[in-house]
């Protein structure tokens, strides 16, 4: 069996994956979700992402552009909503 050339880093299920074997998109979105996963872990999770994101305004753009792909498009509600809104200029 052919085994793919993957870096020792990579995580034991990509590492593994030999190119004989069929590998979908599905398969390698989910290898990558825990490859950056780990990465995320590693470099301090939730608050080193907040330091990240104070630390420049441009670091604030990216974080805004990324989580903006990761929230979904639309929201279904079922049931009685109420939004309340007061107008931007109301600390005025």
Do not use: C, H, Y
Not at 9 to 30: C, F, W
Not at 36 to 47: E, M, N, V
Request: charged letters at 15%; proline letters at 9%; aromatic letters at 6%.
């Amino acid at each position: 069996m052919i085994m793919a050339l993957i870096p020792p880093s990579m995580p034991q299920a990509i590492r593994s994956t030999a190119l004989s074997q069929p590998v979908g998109p599905n398969i390698v979105i989910k290898q990558l979700r825990e490859v950056f996963r780990d990465a995320f872990d590693q470099l301090g999770g939730a608050a080193w992402l907040v330091e990240f994101v104070q630390a420049d305004p441009a670091n604030a753009r990216v974080f805004i552009s990324a989580i903006s792909k990761l929230l979904p498009a639309q929201v279904q509600i079922s049931g009685n909503v109420v939004i309340q809104a007061s107008p931007l200029d109301a600390d005025l």
